[in-house]
Structures are given as structure tokens and as C-alpha cells.
């Protein structure tokens, strides 16, 4: 779904279409927001200060400007789908609003649909403190009073959700099912303010959103979705597409959140970008990736591209070796070098690769007298990748553990990956991490990560920015918790979310093929932050062509490894493409 989120996020802030109905001016076209504010992802509360103090700084007034520019934008892509709607269906527009500024955005749009000469129908819904009409149509803000009075005065109708479930705009009494009339929904319930499960009034609104036919609309994020995390807090409206305003929201890329929010549209309300703190939170660009590559002089040979060492396999799992050493390669590594149970080398396939047979245990894993095998290797390497197809035997955890205090205790450090049963294997014992270790990349799922911080899966995957965050705090290491949108975190707060990749991913060896592209880019020199942001983009849109032609349930990790190169000449291509498009004529 998300394939190619990055491309939506600049599509979808492009100008709005023109209006051409003869019941109201037409609307203006909107400017395109520039790649690097899209970017950008705030938080919550990075946005809410940037909002106060710009308020402070302007003109008290200056919140009822931001959400009349707000509505306006929400109000034309609404517009949009409603004429599309309309060219096989007449029908009208259902906006339900909170009692907040995210319901008085939702004011605004039904100005100027009605403007527009769109029907509509308005709802205000939830818990009031007072009785009557009065009190169940109350808001919150003066921002949202002043636009519900307003259209109060033009005419429209604004009725209370919680006593007007009999109207005639539902087609059962009990208010469960709205008319078939209505062909498009604008959700304007919560926004970015929830911080606990929504309420019955909302649930029930929720609910009737989710069982409709129209196409809906989120204004701002999809209510019942936590703005910072992506969580569902008790109920969430399913949208297909969201207007979201200045920047996306971490909560609209995390799952999820993301899977609720739809297409993405951004709408630029005039909050001065350069007065924003410093957002620790982006998402990964294809011009980011481009220039975080490694070029290649010419007068350059294969000992200018870096020595990987992989340390990997054992018996059963030479597939998860060969995974990681041939993307590795793919990816312009100079030179690789496979280690592992010397009983297995004779059976692996001839490939450009060096293979280093090494000490065994009697199961065929590696043995910790092995390390003394590896000295040579160890002199020459560039980078280390540690992990794929390793195992947890016994005799294989005491080497890990040996190995990574033989590696610290080098007088130059090496650039090193460790993944899969690597971090198994020292899951126990994470003291083994030394206090500065922003040179070593880890790499785990959920389940690993959990190991690692000794807390429960669903943990993790309730905030996966904050986990990722707090191990690379705790562990001084870059960590790339994968999943759906990945999160790379280093230890000084920087956090990229990844936007490519598909669930044709979730096969077996897809993450040894990730081992192999981050540890070639350390290899080649690329900083391990980088190489971990760059490599994760690399590895998703790997997957994208894959999944493009194969379908997504036949991908395989060796058809990732196999679109490796087409993914590198795609990112070089897109960036061509993009920039020619920004000098098109407006």
C-alpha cells in the first residue's frame, strides 16, 4: 500500500484542481510545498508550541487565520472527491465535528463546500456539560465557535449528533446507518488531540463512519489515532485519504495509523517552517538516499569499494549466508568475504565470494576457537557483518561474546552489523556494547528488540519510535527496528522512518538481505547512520520491483537480492524525474 508513500506525500501536496461550479468563485490553486517541509515530521507537541508562539508573536487572532486556511484546503479536496462522486451518484457531503479545533476545521470546510453549492450535513458530537440545543452544539474553542455561528448565519444547519439520530439523514432509527444519500464523509472528530480511548458518543459516531459506503475524508489525522504513535485508542475511523496540515504526522506513517489514514495530502497553512525546533523525526527521501550512496571515481579498483567480513551460518541455514554476502556484492562491495563452518564451505555454490572456513562445533556452528581463524580478516576488513544463519548454540554464544569484545578492544573499530541470531546470542549479556558504539548497527524485529530490552513484543509495537529510540540510547548503537516503515534511530535521538517496502517482504531471508546492503555500504564507507538509512530505503524499493512484477505473495528474499540493481538505477532515475518536474511551468 505504502510503496511508494514518498511519491504520495509530493503528489498529494501538489496544486488543488480548479473549481469550475457557477454557484461560487472558484478556489484558488494552492502552492506545492517544497520535498524538505514534507519531509519533516514534527511531533505532537513540537507543533503545538510552534503554533502557540507564532499566535503569540502575530495577533491573538491569528489561530481563526490558520484554521480558515486549514478548512480551506481540506474543503477543496473534499470538493474534489464530491465532484467525482457526483458524476455517477448526486448525492451530499456528511461533515461530523468535535467540539475542538479539529471540529472547527471541519466548520470551515462545510462554509465553503455550501459555498461551493455542495449539500451538506453537519454534526457536532460530544459530551456536552449543559442541556439543549444550546449546549449540545457548544465548542470549545473560540476559533470553532466563531466558525460554527458563521454558518449558523449562511443557512446551514448544525445539529447535535447525540439528539438528531432519528433524523431522516439515517436510514434506521436507532442512528446506526446513514442515508445512502450522503457520498462523501469528512471526519472531523479529534485530530491530533487524543491521548486515550475515545468515548461512547465518539465510538458510535466512529462506527457509522466505518459502516457507510462514502468515500471519507480526515481532516488532519483519522480520529481514534494516536497523532505520535499510530495507535488505534479504542476506535478509529477508517479513512481514504487524509488532509493533514503542514507537516505528516509520525502517527499518519506509523502502523497502524498509517494502514487508517488512506492517500496523504499535505496543505501548506503559512507556519513559518524555519521557527519549527528541530524535528528529530523525518522520513526518508529518494534525494536523501541518492546523495548518502557511494559513487564510484574511475580511475578507481575493487580495493577502493571496502573488505566485508560476514560472520554467518551453520548447519541448515547456508541460505541465509549466501542471501546476505550477494546483496552485499549488489550493492558495489569491493570485496567479500563469507566465514563460516569450515564442513559447509565445500558445499556452498563457486560465486564471487571468498569463503574462510573456520572452526565448527560438533553440531556444525561456529566454535569460539574460530576467532583466532578470523585475525587476518580482521586486520583487512572495512566492515563486519555478524548474525545471519548463525544459531544459538551454546558454543556459538560464547564466540559472539568473545568476538565483540575482541572487536571493542581493537585499537581501530570497525564498522559492524550484528543481526538475527548475533543479537540472539547476546540478548543475555548487552554489556558486551561498548560505551561508545555508534560505529555498530543493529538490526532486529520486534521479537529481537523485546530480547534485547527485556519487555514484551506488543511493548515495542505499541510506540515503535520511542523503543527504537531508547535502544540506541541504552545500547549507544544506530538500530534499525524493521517492520512495517521501519524506524532507524541513533543514539543521539535522530530517528528516519523508511516509506518503501510491501508485506511481499514478510518472507524468510529478507532480513539476511538487509544484513548484506547496510554491511556493504559500511564496507564502502559510508557512515553506519547512513548506511542504515540508505540501506533500509535500498532494501524496501528493492522489494517494490519485486512485488511490482511479481505480486506481492511470490516474492522471495533471492528476487529482492536479484532487484537490487534496478532499485539503484530507480533512485537515480526518480531523482531525474523529480527535479525536471519542479522547473515544469505552474
Known sequence: ???????????????????????????????????????????????????????????????????????????????????????????????????????????????????????????????????????????????????????????????????????????????????????????????????????????????????????VIAVDLPSGIHSDTGQVMGAAVRAHGTITFGNV??????????????????????????????????????????????????????????????????????????????????????????ATPSSLVPHLPPKEVIYRPIAETDETTIAPKALGDLEKDLDKATAVVLGPGLSTNEETVSFVQKFMSKVMDRSTEVPCLIDADGLNCIAENTKVFPEDAKHIVITPHPKELARLLDESTSEIQKDRIASATKAAAEFGCIVVLKGAHSVIADPDGNVFINPTGNPGMST????????????????????PFDAAVAGVYLHGRAGDIAAHSLGEASVTAGNIVESIPDALLSIHDELVSDLEAMFEPM
Open 508 to 527: 524468510a531471508g529478507c532480513g539476511d538481505v538487509l544484513s548484506g546492503i547496510i554491511g556493504g555500504l559500511l564496507a564502502q564507507g559510508v557512515e
Open 1 to 215: 500500500m505504502f510503496d511508494y508513500f514518498h511519491k504520495r506525500c509530493i503528489e498529494m501536496a501538489s496544486e488543488s484542481a480548479t473549481k469550475t461550479k457557477k454557484t461560487a468563485p472558484a478556489p484558488e490553486r494552492k502552492k506545492v510545498m517544497s520535498p524538505k517541509d514534507i519531509f519533516r515530521i514534527p511531533t505532537t507537541a513540537q507543533i503545538r508550541r510552534l503554533e502557540s508562539d507564532w499566535i503569540a508573536k502575530c495577533d491573538p487572532n491569528w489561530g481563526q487565520v490558520l484554521m480558515e486556511v486549514a478548512g480551506r484546503g481540506a474543503a477543496e479536496a473534499a470538493f474534489e472527491v464530491w465532484e467525482q462522486r457526483n458524476e455517477t451518484q448526486k448525492g451530499s457531503v456528511a461533515i461530523f465535528c468535535g467540539r475542538g479545533n479539529n471540529g472547527g476545521d471541519g466548520l470551515v470546510v462545510a462554509r465553503y463546500l455550501h459555498l461551493w453549492g455542495v449539500p451538506v450535513h453537519v454534526w457536532v458530537v460530544g459530551n456536552t456539560k449543559g442541556r439543549g440545543a444550546q449546549a449540545d452544539q457548544a465548542m470549545t474553542t473560540v476559533e470553532s465557535s466563531t466558525n460554527r455561528d458563521i454558518l449558523k448565519k449562511m443557512g446551514v444547519e448544525v445539529r447535535s449528533f447525540s439528539s438528531d439520530l432519528s433524523s431522516n439523514f439515517f436510514d434506521t432509527s436507532d442512528g446506526k446507518q446513514l442515508s445512502s444519500s450522503v457520498t462523501v464523509i469528512v471526519d472531523a472528530l479529534l485530530g491530533t488531540g487524543i491521548d486515550r480511548d475515545v468515548d461512547a458518543v465518539f465510538m458510535h459516531a466512529i462506527e457509522m463512519i466505518n459502516g457507510s459506503d462514502a468515500t
Open 249 to 338: 504526522k509520525p502517527g499518519l506513517i506509523n502502523h497502524p495509523g498509517a494502514e487508517y489514514a488512506g492517500d496523504l495530502r499535505v496543505i501548506d497553512i503559512g507556519l513559518p517552517e524555519a521557527a519549527l525546533e528541530k524535528p528529530t523525526i523525518h522520513l526518508t527521501s529518494v534525494e536523501l538516499v541518492n546523495d548518502l550512496l557511494p559513487k564510484r571515481p574511475a580511475n578507481s579498483h575493487k580495493g577502493s569499494f571496502g573488505y566485508l567480513l560476514t560472520i554467518a551460518g551453520s548447519l541448515g541455514m547456508s541460505g541465509a549466508t549466501m542471501l546476505a554476502t550477494e546483496s552485499s556484492l549488489k550493492v558495489g562491495t569491493g570485496l567479500c568475504v563469507l
